[in-house]
């Protein structure tokens, strides 16, 4: 192979069927290869169908990635940007190895999650290392860890939650709700930063959006409540509406594009469980493509970008 490529961006998101027909064997995929029963793919095809059959998670992953290399460009940092998805198609582990081909001088993965945990953006590193495995790769490889208080990242957050409490009915009684997905127990280490930078972004967010009245949730666990990650969002929404707050602006901290844990989730099953507890929820805006958004995600490659490959070990994480 004569000749190097442009340095390569892998932007990573869940992944999320296409269509029903596609539900099967995507939650196959999801557990592992698990092959799921009729009730369970029911179950969840009846998800998809309350939010008009699939979710944009796809061509909003395409869109983002095209707006990064576009930002990127437009700076003077040349790369490509490619995208993979977890547990659908395109899967990472051949977006990665397709990438190889392109012979670039260094290779940078990042999970469109901002917070890391082993479980979650450990598991995107190792499908991208064995796809660079598989096609007998050196390339130098850096997985940016995580961006959870990127300031460009906070000010999108931020805008959001003053624009939406400032459309609530009674802004000054609006408590906001920061929400992430759960993760089980037994896969978080006290070690583990995960909580404590949701946390820690959700401050952040509540700072600089002047909120004096927010909590935190976790939400869209798929087992039983007490071996994940809590509060959930249920319990949260229950016990607020004890407290006499009667508007909830939820926004869904760990999350950046519509999906099912958004459309679904949020939209469908915790507003209707809030308005059977006598509140009003509403959400932010997910941050997708907005330009605020793909400037966060400029501001955490270009750094990067600009390491000098002889200086990168393949085994290198930010």
Partial sequence: MSGKGLPAVILMAYGSPNSLDEVGEYLSQVRGGRI????EVEHLKERYRRVGGGTPLLQITISQAKGLEESLHSQSVPARVHFGMKHWHPFVEDVAEKIVGENPPLIIGVALAPHYSKLSIGGYEERVRRG???AKSDIPFIMVKSWHTESSLIRALSYRVSV???RMNDPEGTIVLFTAHSLP???VSE?????AQLRETSRLVASQANVKNWDFAFQSASGPADAWLGPTVREKIAE???RGFRQILACPVGFVSDHLEILYDLDVEAKEY???QGVRLRRTASLNDDPMFIEALTSVVKPMLSLQPIAVSSGASY
């Fill in 185 to 187: 127990k037994k896969a």
């Fill in 240 to 242: 607020l509406a004890k």
């Fill in 36 to 39: 799921a029963t009729q009730d």
């Fill in 164 to 166: 939406e409490v400032e």
């Fill in 274 to 276: 809030a308005l059977s």
């Fill in 191 to 195: 070690e583990d930063p995960y909580e």
């Fill in 132 to 134: 660079l495995a598989k």
